[in-house]
């Protein structure tokens, strides 16, 4: 219960890794602020969350607008209390070929999960400083290092979380708020499960056949679950982690190795 007295916000808090982490940081004490683009879906969370005692609200943010975020902030810390946990989880995947790459694409992915992560980190940042503690994790992706191709919007942006990551830990150190990033491999959710079927589609293979065929290549032999990133990121949140800031860790089964 590392986290009592502490309020943490989840961004792309409702659904997959990001209601996992919602849970656990639950359970880890924190009073959660499950935000999400899905309004409905972050009160299904937080109602749950509420129903085995934690502090929750649910708040709907759009991560790429600035003032939806400032808004949204600004409720949270009303209701719950100063931040001290920021979680920027929120993302898009879309298969991306080069040439058949669109603009609104390549904008839409960017600034949801590099943009939209910068955005949420000025705004949430002050409070940090202010109390002298904070945690900030980002979830980037294996593929943030390594690209399978068509793929390009994505990688790029995952590329970009680990030196935002490196940079802002940098400048906050000095004020006791450390910054990292968890780098997921194949987590089975269901925009994995979406990828997965378009893979089939595309390449004409039997459906269900994708994911069955991913888990062999992982050495672990399995595919990661929401809870393997969450616990992670729980880590992160300690006080075990306080001497840990600037770095990646690949949580992926053994599938890349850096």
């Not at 982490?21 to 359970?27: F, M, N, P, Q, T």
């Not at 949204?72 to 993302?91: K, R, S, Y």
Request: aromatic letters at 4%.
């Amino acid at each position: 219960m590392g986290l009592v007295g502490k309020t943490a916000l989840i961004t792309g808090g409702a659904q997959g890794i990001g209601a996992a982490i919602s849970e656990r940081l639950a359970r880890d004490g924190a009073a959660v602020a499950v935000v999400d683009l899905d309004g409905a879906k972050a009160q299904q969370i937080s109602r749950k969350l509420q129903d085995a005692g934690a502090g929750s609200m649910a708040v709907e943010i759009n991560v790429a607008d600035a003032a939806s975020i400032a808004d949204g902030v600004a409720g949270i810390v009303a209701e719950l209390g100063t931040i001290a946990v920021l979680v920027n989880n929120a993302g898009v995947y879309k298969s991306t070929p080069l040439n058949e790459l669109a603009r609104d694409s390549w904008d839409l992915s960017l600034d949801v999960m590099l943009t939209g992560s910068l955005l949420m980190t000025q705004e949430v940042t002050p409070y940090m400083i202010r109390a002298k503690w904070g945690r900030i994790i980002n979830i980037g992706s294996m593929m943030g290092n390594v690209a399978y191709g068509e793929d390009v919007a994505y990688c790029t942006s995952k590329s970009g979380i680990l030196g935002l990551t490196r940079s802002l830990a940098a400048e906050l150190a000095k004020h006791n708020i450390c910054v990292n990033t968890v780098c997921p491999g194949n987590v089975l959710t269901e925009m994995l499960e979406q990828t997965a079927d378009a893979i089939e589609l595309r390449d004409g293979l039997e459906p269900g056949s994708w994911i069955k065929d991913r888990a062999k290549d992982i050495p672990l032999g399995r595919l990661g679950k929401p809870d393997d990133i969450a616990n992670v990121v729980s880590f992160f949140c300690s006080e075990d982690a306080n001497y840990i800031t600037g770095q990646s860790l690949h949580v992926n089964g053994g599938l890349y190795q850096l």
